[in-house]
């Protein structure tokens, strides 16, 4: 699936978006995955409640299921209007 | 219903005299319009807006929809920039028609309020001192338990 | 401040962005705009409205007064027209500025409410089956309430 | 003074302004003079529940003093906006 990553997360992270093969289950489940992977992510995931997450551009919680899933979005609470 | 998300500027006056002109009757018209402020310090360069493609259009227009059904309105427009704005450049303008001022009023505050909290987008500030993300406001995220 | 009465049509989109243009970095641009509408059965052919020159402009200087000061706006316009208007013909806009959006919507509001119900107009219908004043309704009294 | 007539009002009596001399002290006292007058004042100011006042241009009741006023106005419930 495709992870992207914007404002903060994305700098932390060094990159707007990334190819992953991942077998997780759940939101969750990917995101310890990624933390394993570098310090960076590690950084960039130390504060859950600090992130918020969309799948295939659907805002959702950590706990929601990947199956099908074709992109996951991480990024802090968004500031429009 | 029209959901525009665009980096170019967009023309206020001309926006609102097409929407006052495809309202069909419906009696109270509102806009709102949101401008880049300068800081306190008044030492703000630029914002920067981030977005994110394909799911920002999504939102929007989800939001308008909701407002539209929700109010009972006649149209209902949304345009939203991104990129580098200026102090004193038009950020973005949300406008809303119906047959009472009241819906009219209140669906405007309702996009208003979804937009800061739930369309994609993130601010970022370049000041004199540096530059820095701006956070979101507990108070943005509480406005939407109104609705 | 602008505060305007006339028998002549306004240009909404030319009136918006003079107000756009003036607002100083507040940040938050409200405006409403209210149309004449055809009644239910779509025999409105048009609506006179009747004023009190010299207490009209002194009432809406007012109210546009305490508006800008209990909401702390940059800036506030009032537009209302008399005469013989028909459907879809624009009869009064009103625009706020301030630094927070809450503060642009409530101001807007707070105008209207006191528009309604304090300023020296009176309706009248002009219908396919005859004349009739428009009566003031007890909500839009109820309304002010709220300030 | 000036006594100035709106919407309905104007047209139960038949004119939008007259000039009248009266030694009313307050617009209640005003009112019962101008209704003993003729039955087309007594259908205008049948009901003062229905009716508003404004003395020298600013809105007032029925109670306020006359003392120096140069103009009173009668009119139903306002209907702007």
Redesign the interface.
């Known amino acids: 699936m495709d992870v992207l990553y914007f404002a903060w997360v994305r700098e932390r992270i060094g990159l707007p978006r990334e190819r992953v093969e991942s077998t997780a289950a759940t939101v969750a489940e990917l995101v310890e995955e990624l933390r394993g992977r570098e310090e960076r992510y590690e950084m960039a995931f130390s504060d859950l409640s600090a992130l918020r997450v969309a799948v295939d551009q659907e805002l959702t919680d950590f706990d929601a299921p990947l199956q099908g899933a074709r992109e996951v979005a991480f990024f802090p609470p968004m500031t429009g209007g | 219903m029209r959901v525009l998300v665009q980096e170019a500027p967009f023309d ?3 926006e ?2 097409r929407f ?1 002109k495809g ?1 069909g ?11 880049v ?2 800081n306190d310090a008044g030492t703000l360069s630029a914002m920067e807006i ?1 977005h ?1 493609p ?2 920002t259009e ?2 929007l227009r989800e939001i308008a929809q909701q407002a539209v059904t929700r109010f009972e309105l006649q149209d209902a427009l949304v345009i ?1 920039r991104y990129g580098r704005l200026v ?2 450049e ?3 303008m949300v406008a809303t028609a119906a ?1 009472h ?1 009241r819906h ?2 209140e669906a ?2 309702f996009l ?1 309020d979804y ?10 500030e370049i000041t004199a001192e540096g530059e820095a ?4 406001k507990d108070e ?2 509480a406005a939407l338990e109104r609705w």
Chains 1, 4 share one sequence.
């Open positions: 206020l006056a001309e609102t005299a006052a309202e009757g419906s009696g109270a018209i509102v806009t709102f319009t949101g401008v402020r300068d981030e994110y394909g799911m999504k939102a939203h102090p004193g038009q950020i973005m047959r001022r009219a009023f405007a505050e208003m937009l800061k909290s739930r369309a994609p987008f993130w601010k970022r993300w701006v956070a979101a943005d995220e």
